[in-house]
């Protein structure tokens, strides 16, 4: 009975010190802070990357001190940015974090912002910043394009029901819920801790993040002229990063980046150089996804005047202090390694290429990546996830139905939500989309819940294309020669594309120029763009001669004239 009680006081007593050790363990970033915060800066010498790891564990606790994170336990998710079914259930509200937001506001008030330069290495592509100027050739062909009356078109008056956000209504906004100072009370109130905006006024000291949510509507993800995408475009190029952690789920690595102003982005890293073309016996489900592909899917879209992929920039990231040195996801810590051509690598956690065999190494710590702006969090504005009724097999032998019966869009036609309204024609325009990129993975599309039926798809995860410029997978425009339809405002903007004084091409490369990875396609990518554009207009053409044009284009350019009409009947 005696050595049973001593061996429960022993259980005990290493119990307690356990707990010790936890709570000293969790406390030494705080106190290595107030440490550094009352003793003098020392010398803050650059190191080479095989001198970083041989201290990592203690650059890591340091780092998290600095960047004013006061709990382990304050990472959130903000928003989700996800094709997948299951990304429903992955985010978190807005709302929960409004306590620990603000104490960490207070923490941002004390770090003193970083005034040296962004990188401590020579760029891979050179130093284009965002916004610069395109060499004067005359009048800008994008500006051109842009004054055109085909991309003035006025849309419908809005109503509450039309916007995504009633903010008088819906949401409060907690103004020390980010680290943007505009946010903070100019008078000193500091009692004040949430309130409703009411005007625009106010709007324009929100975070761009924000006002991007508020801009999005029925009709459009962000209007034709915003002020706030540019800006929020920078933000995505330069905003200091302030915690990474790995997206779950996915058959590749990406990455959650969330910055100092509490906006959150999608990062996927550099896996293919520029030159590469995907190999012709890989097949589509096992291609990888390429960051440039990203960042040329947003200008695209834009440039056809859909406007329904989310704002995306490339960005090139130090994968020493922006990616390991904040995150605080200990799986992917775990596989950063130096690799023996002395860069530093790491390959995380995912279904596919993520192995020291397909480690994802930078230059020597610097690696090229797409940064695509969040939703808004799925407890704010449910999405909806929708099965693309052309979706390939994703099988090696089997072909899907549409692949073998002819017919298989008078199916489509009858069935809801593809009966009624303009759901058909975003599907046409999303085939074009994908065909001019060459993307074949398309397997899913999402639309705004407080919609219903009747608005647009939102063009997520185009990271498959822009594979292969030598061909043309003709297969991508099985849907559009099947139900010969398209909106008449898709078609004449198509055809004033395939002019010479606005060509598809030309547009995509000025377009580009604006971004910091320049040149994000090669000639031989933007010379496919004009290839594809013909083919495009040649099956159209074929399906006008044979239907007649009024039962192949509908009628859209004069007002919402398309929105009950009834596919089906055609």
Request: proline share 5%; glycine share 6%; net charge neutral.
């Amino acid at each position: 009975m005696i050595l049973f009680r001593k061996f429960r006081v022993l259980i005990l007593m290493v119990f307690l010190v356990a707990c010790t050790m936890h709570i000293m363990i969790d406390l030494l970033p705080k106190l290595e802070k107030r440490a550094a915060d009352s003793g003098d800066s020392g010398c803050q010498c650059a190191q080479h990357p095989g001198g970083e790891a041989q201290g990592w564990g203690k650059q890591r606790a340091r780092s998290a001190a600095e960047a004013g994170w006061p709990n382990k336990h304050t990472l959130r998710i903000l928003q989700d940015f996800s094709n997948e079914p299951s990304s429903n259930l992955t985010s978190h509200s807005l709302e929960k974090i409004t306590a620990a937001a603000g104490d960490r506001a207070e923490s941002f008030r004390r770090i003193r912002p970083s005034g040296g330069k962004a990188e401590d290495h020579k760029p891979l592509i050179g130093d284009a910043s965002w916004g610069r100027t395109v060499p004067a050739h005359g009048v800008s062909r994008l500006t051109a394009l842009f004054e055109h009356p085909l991309y003035k078109v006025d849309l419908p008056s809005f109503t509450n029901d039309d916007t995504l956000f009633n903010l008088n209504t819906d949401i409060r906004f907690y103004p020390k819920a980010t680290g943007n100072q505009g946010w903070h009370n100019e008078e000193g109130n500091e009692e004040e801790e949430e309130f409703s905006p009411t005007g625009e006024v106010m709007a324009e000291s929100y975070p761009n993040w924000l006002r991007f949510h508020i801009g999005i509507n029925r009709y459009e993800m962000y209007s034709r002229h915003s002020v706030v995408l540019d800006a929020l475009l920078k933000d995505l190029a330069s905003q200091r990063i302030t915690s990474v952690a790995m997206k779950s789920g996915g058959t590749q690595l990406k990455l959650i980046m969330t910055f100092q102003n509490y906006g959150q982005a999608l990062f996927k890293p550099m896996k293919q150089t520029r030159d590469q073309e995907t190999p012709p016996d890989f097949f589509y489900f096992s291609d990888f996804e390429r960051h440039n592909a990203e960042v040329a899917a947003f200008h695209l879209d834009r440039i056809l005047d859909f406007r329904r992929v989310p704002p995306v920039a490339g960005r090139l990231v130090n994968m020493t202090r922006e990616i390991r040195d904040v995150t605080r996801d200990k799986k992917l810590w775990r596989t950063f390694f130096i690799s023996p051509a002395n860069n530093v690598c790491f390959y995380g956690e995912c279904s596919y290429y993520c192995s020291t065999e397909h480690a994802l190494c930078g230059k020597p710590d610097q690696i090229e990546g797409s940064l695509a702006a969040f939703l808004p969090d799925l407890n704010l504005a449910k999405r909806k996830t929708w099965r693309n009724p052309w979706r390939r097999s994703y099988h090696k032998r089997k072909k899907a139905e549409w692949e073998v019966d002819p017919d298989y869009c008078d199916e489509v036609k009858q069935t809801p939500p593809y009966d009624r309204g303009t759901r058909l024609l975003d599907v046409m325009d999303m085939t074009i989309f994908d065909f001019l990129m060459g993307n074949m993975d398309r397997h899913h599309y999402e639309t705004f819940e407080k919609f219903g039926n009747d608005t647009f798809i939102i063009h997520l995860d185009n990271g498959r294309g822009f594979g292969k410029h030598s061909h043309d997978e003709l297969s991508i425009l099985v849907p559009l020669s099947q139900c010969c339809r398209v909106k008449k405002s898709t078609y004449v903007r198509l055809q004033l594309l395939a002019k010479e004084e606005f060509r598809l091409s030309v547009l995509m490369e000025e377009s580009l120029l604006r971004d910091r990875l320049s040149p994000v396609l090669l000639q031989r990518h933007l010379q496919a763009l004009d290839r594809r554009l013909r083919l495009v207009l040649q099956v159209l053409e074929g399906c006008v001669e044979k239907e007649g044009y009024a039962n192949v284009v509908e009628e859209d350019v004069g007002g919402d004239t398309a929105t009950h009409r009834t596919p089906g009947h055609r």
